[in-house]
C-alpha cells in the first residue's frame, strides 16, 4: 500500500484529490495539509511514501518547501501544477529540484487533474523511484564541435530518443554534452500538455544544439532537436531524400501522447539503420517493442543502466526483449552516441 500526502490550500482540490486516489486499491491517502508548514509536522506523524505537491500556497510556495524537503528529509514528490506558461516553468523548476513526476491541472490553482488514473500512474511510479542527488548539468564537460570531425559528416544520421519519470534531467544531461554538428534529434519525454514548450525553451538556452518542441512538418536536422508537443503523437517522414516530423492526434498508446512507441516505429520504417536509438529512465513499457523495431531495422540502440535511471521500467522491459544492443549508464550515453557516430563515418 502507497501512503499518500496530500498537500494542497484548497479545500475542494484535498477532497476531491483523497476521493479520486482512494478509489485505486493499491494507494491511501493517510493525510492533507494545507500548506508547507502543515505538512511538515504531517510528514513527521504520518511518515508518507509520497507527497502530491501544489507550487502557489500561502505562507511558503511549494518550490521553497521542496528545495528544504529535498535537503532534510528527501520524500518522493508528485508536483500537481496547473497550465500556465508561468506554472510550466515552476514545475519544471520543481523537477529540477528533486520531484519525481509533474501532473497538471487543466484551469486555475483550485482545479483538479483532468485525469486521475494518470495521478495514480505517477504516484506509483514515484514510490519507486530513486531519489539522486541533482548534479548541476552545467559542472559537466560539454563536447566540443572541434573534438569531433566525424560528426560534419554524419548529415544523414538521426537520433531518437525516449523518456518518462526523471527523464528531463537525463534528457538535458544528454544534450548538453552534444555539440552543435550532433545529427538531427527526435525526442519523446512523457509531459503534459504546454509543459513540453518550457522544456524545449529551456533547454534551448544551456545546450550548443538547438532545441524546440517540435511543428507539424518541422524538418529534422543536423544541430536541431525537436520535442513532441504533449498530448500529441510525433512520427518521423521522409520528405523526398530528407526527414521530417508529423503532429498528430490519435489513441493514447501505453496511456501516453506522446508516445515513445510510436515515435520509434516510424524512425525504424523511415530512417533504419541511420538512426540511433535510446531509451531513458522512466515507468512502464513505453517504447520497449519500438526500440526493437528499430534493431531489426539495423539501428544502433541502447538503454539506460538500472543504477543510473529513477525509475527502470521502460528500459527493463527493452533490455528483457533483446531491444538494447549497449546498457550505458547516463552520463556515458552522450560519449556512446558519439562514439558510435564517428566509427560509422569512419
Known amino acids: 500500500m502507497i501512503r499518500v500526502l496530500v498537500v494542497d490550500d484548497s479545500a475542494v482540490v484535498r477532497k476531491v484529490l483523497t476521493e479520486q486516489l482512494s478509489r485505486h486499491d493499491d494507494i491511501s491517502v493517510v493525510g492533507t495539509a494545507i500548506d508547507p508548514y502543515a505538512a511538515r509536522e504531517k510528514i513527521l506523524q504520518l511518515r508518507p ?30 508536483v500537481v501544477s496547473s497550465v500556465t506558461p508561468r506554472h510550466s516553468e515552476a514545475a519544471l523548476k ?3 529540484l528533486g520531484a519525481v513526476e509533474v501532473i497538471s491541472k487543466p484551469g486555475s490553482q483550485y482545479s483538479v ?24 548539468v552545467a559542472q559537466q564537460p560539454c563536447a566540443s564541435d572541434s573534438q569531433n570531425p566525424a560528426l560534419l559528416e554524419t548529415t544523414n544520421k538521426l537520433l531518437a530518443i525516449g523518456a518518462s519519470t526523471g527523464g528531463t534531467q537525463a534528457i538535458e544531461a544528454i544534450l548538453h554534452q552534444l555539440p ?19 522544456f524545449a525553451d529551456r533547454l534551448n538556452t544551456i545546450c550548443r544544439m538547438e532545441v ?14 525537436l520535442i513532441a508537443p504533449g498530448n500529441k503523437h510525433m ?6 531524400a530528407h526527414y521530417q516530423v508529423r503532429i498528430k492526434d490519435g489513441p493514447q498508446v501505453h496511456h501516453q501522447r506522446p508516445s515513445v512507441d510510436v515515435l520509434f516505429q516510424s524512425v525504424a520504417r523511415n ?18 517493442k519500438g526500440l526493437l523495431t528499430m534493431r531489426e531495422a539495423g539501428a544502433y540502440t541502447l538503454a539506460q543502466d538500472e543504477r543510473s535511471c529513477v525509475v527502470f521500467g521502460m528500459p527493463k522491459e527493452a533490455i528483457k526483449l533483446g531491444a538494447a544492443m549497449d546498457i550505458v549508464p547516463l552520463e556515458d550515453v552522450a560519449k556512446t552516441v558519439l ?7 569512419a
Not at 235 to 240: C, E, P, R, S, T
Open 235 to 240: 512520427v518521423l517522414q521522409l520528405n523526398g
Open 49 to 78: 511514501d509520497v507527497i502530491t505537491l501544489d507550487i502557489e500556497m500561502p505562507r511558503m510556495d511549494g518550490l521553497t518547501f521542496l528545495t528544504r524537503l529535498m535537503k532534510h528529509y528527501p520524500l518522493p514528490v508528485v
Open 271 to 288: 530512417a533504419g539503420r541511420n538512426a540511433l536509438g535510446v531509451l531513458l529512465t522512466g515507468m512502464g513499457a513505453d517504447g520497449a
Open 113 to 136: 487533474p483532468s485525469d486521475p488514473d494518470a495521478l495514480a500512474r505517477a504516484i506509483r511510479a514515484a514510490a519507486g523511484a530513486r531519489l539522486h542527488q541533482k548534479r548541476p
Open 94 to 96: 520543481a523537477l529540477e
Open 339 to 345: 562514439s558510435r557516430l564517428t566509427a560509422q563515418s
Open 212 to 225: 524546440r518542441e517540435a511543428h507539424d512538418g518541422d524538418p529534422v536536422v543536423t544541430g536541431v532537436a
Open 180 to 198: 552543435a554538428t550532433a545529427p538531427g534529434t527526435v525526442i519523446v519525454q512523457h509531459m503534459p500538455e504546454f509543459f513540453t514548450k518550457a
